[in-house]
């Protein structure tokens, strides 16, 4: 039977596998405190927290929850109770900021927040901006007064009959049903809210699970719930695979190898630059038994052969997989088989999961490219997105009356049938794996009073593999103080954005380099980026380190320290005055 014919079969949501030992059984597991949510617990708190969800919230089919919160083992609970009662779950960003949030909220037009008790604040006041009711907002975990967790929730709940669980309408299909929305950054604005259904979930963890050995029976889950990998791989496929997942709710190195050791986690799927630590970092990786290692997945962002090489060189004797996708494609396209999990393939993203076609296309004539020359990618297959919510043009933009979805990135099958990756058309900055859109930053840089002009691109980055770096054109009255006014436009970002797009650089410029029709030339800026020119570059370190030490020897977290690079010399420049952020003068 096909992937078609199975997602065609599927029923609504994902099967919950019974377990005779429930203690031990198989479910959600917080890597740091070692709680643990079996299946069976899972089906159940999620039907009973969908029951009051109805009842005391009021929240109908179609109707949108968002969890704005980290990783957690109660962040698939309030997921499954929205599905189960035919409404829409949606996660993003815990470190959007009000302004972003409240894009979210009114894009997806959500009715019930999930928050954390560090971002509570944000969320209600982007719940108040909306119109959302403040007992609307409550916590995945923790404690704040006058507001209500889950747990809470689910201990009040005493006599509460079960609603039904959601039926698809006859006529209907999963497919014709949207049950998560996933924010996609664009490269032409403001993040897409994109469908996806049922059907498209079902998919791909089918085409996942038959290239996935039996092994595979622990997950670890340090990527973001909220992003599509964290969706499929994370949160829905482990229940297909009834393998125990084991939750990192924050992140850092140390924790992520002791979560990895403590329970002999064979695959490590991780982004490109916690690979990259793992080469560059051998103190830290040396504390720990990883001897069980078989093998590193990884996707989200290229990775050099020199890492490869060091990577297999540090772990003999594993291999290496990975994949390629996006978000409307709800992740894979293509990934490596068992068969291809070697180092000497990982160069390539893979090949095609099950019923998935990809047309190689020629940008000029159209037509589709012989093996071996690169075209834009186009894909087609059960698990392609149903498209961009209430956004007909961007959807017509992106998947073709074919049904075809254009990627916007350019690469080339080889004789083996693998798929190798050579440019791209969408100039997306991959922040640790999470897109940003440089239009997004531009638009709001725009509006800031010292700016001419703007442009962004993305710079090499060894722990985020890439960040943000913005090049403008002052206005004429700031152009004779260039270092305050960089600050100032620094300052602008952190205050409207999340943290992963902050701008680690401003390079003052007299231009944007642009194309006769006015569109920016990106690659352009890339050959500047790289360039040794004698424009000024202001730095923001606090986006390269995590802190510095002051003067008293102790660590200061948040440090903003520009750098001026003029001339090929480079000169420390402390913030203006008025700022409260202790500083840390280089010795240069």
């Not at 090929?568 to 240069?588: D, F, H, R, T, Y």
């Amino acid at each position: 039977m096909s992937t078609l014919d199975q997602v065609s079969d599927g029923h609504h949501g994902l099967p919950v596998k019974e377990s005779q030992d429930l203690l031990n059984a198989p479910g959600f597991t917080d890597a740091i405190t070692k709680k643990h949510l079996t299946y069976q617990t899972l089906k159940d708190y999620s039907t009973t927290l969908s029951s009051i969800l109805v009842t005391r919230y009021g929240l109908k089919e179609k109707d949108t929850t968002i969890v704005y919160g980290k990783n957690s083992i109660w962040y698939p609970v309030a997921t499954l109770a929205a599905i189960r009662v035919g409404a829409v779950a949606c996660g993003v960003s815990p470190d959007y900021t009000v302004d972003e949030l409240s894009y979210s909220l009114k894009t997806s037009k959500a009715k019930v927040i999930f928050a954390t008790v560090e971002n509570l604040d944000r969320a209600q006041a982007a719940a108040a901006k909306v119109g959302i009711p403040r007992g609307n907002v409550l916590l995945l975990e923790g404690s704040s007064k006058g507001v209500t967790n889950i747990q809470e929730l689910l201990e009040n709940s005493a006599g509460l009959a079960p609603v039904p669980s959601f039926q698809v309408p006859e006529g209907k299909t999963n497919r014709d049903i949207c049950g998560f929305l996933c924010f996609s950054s664009g490269t032409t604005g403001l993040p897409k809210a994109v469908m996806i259904s049922h059907a498209n979930i079902i998919a791909q963890c089918i085409q996942i699970k038959d290239i996935t050995l039996s092994s595979h029976d622990r997950v670890l889950a340090a990527l973001p719930f909220y992003h599509i990998t964290g969706i499929i791989h994370q949160l829905h496929l482990p229940i297909h695979l009834n393998a125990n997942v084991y939750v990192l709710s924050k992140f850092t190195l140390d924790s992520l190898l002791q979560t990895v050791s403590e329970n002999k986690i064979k695959e490590l799927l991780i982004v490109p630059p916690i690979l990259i630590r793992l080469v560059r970092e051998p103190e830290i990786v040396a504390k720990y038994d990883l001897s069980h290692v078989e093998r590193f997945s990884s996707g989200a962002a290229p990775l050099s052969r020199e890492i490869l090489d060091l990577l297999e060189k540090a772990f003999p004797g594993t291999g290496f997989k990975q994949g390629y996708g996006m978000t409307e494609s709800c992740s894979a396209i293509v990934s490596h088989p068992p068969s291809k999990y070697d180092y000497k393939y990982a160069d390539r993203v893979g090949m095609l999961v099950g019923s998935t076609e990809v047309r190689i296309v020629d940008l000029e004539t159209g037509k589709d490219c012989e093996v071996g020359k690169s075209g834009e990618i186009w894909a087609r297959g059960p698990q392609m997105a149903m498209g961009y919510l209430d956004n007909p043009k961007a959807t017509r933009e992106t998947f073709d009356k074919d049904g075809f979805l254009h990627t916007g990135d350019i690469g080339h099958f080889d004789d083996e049938g693998l798929l190798s990756i050579t440019d791209r058309l969408k100039e997306m900055i991959k922040v640790k794996g999470i897109g940003v859109a440089p239009a997004e930053l531009e638009n709001i840089l725009l509006g800031h009073p010292h700016v001419n002009d703007v442009a962004v691109c993305g710079i090499p980055d060894e722990r985020a593999g890439e960040r943000p770096k913005a090049f403008v054109v002052l206005k004429s009255e700031e152009a004779l103080r260039p270092i305050e006014a960089a600050r100032e436009i620094f300052e602008h970002v952190k205050k409207e954005k999340a943290r992963y797009k902050w701008l680690q650089e401003i390079e003052i410029v007299s231009m944007i380099p642009k194309s006769p029709a006015g569109k920016v030339l990106r690659r352009k800026l890339r050959e500047m980026a790289t360039s040794d020119n004698k424009n000024i570059v202001v730095k923001d370190i606090s986006c390269i380190t995590q802190f510095l030490m002051a003067k008293d020897n102790k660590p200061h977290h948040s440090i903003v320290h520009f750098i001026l690079l003029f001339c090929g010399k480079k000169l420390s420049v402390p913030p203006l005055a008025s700022s409260s952020a202790p500083v840390c003068i280089a010795s240069l």
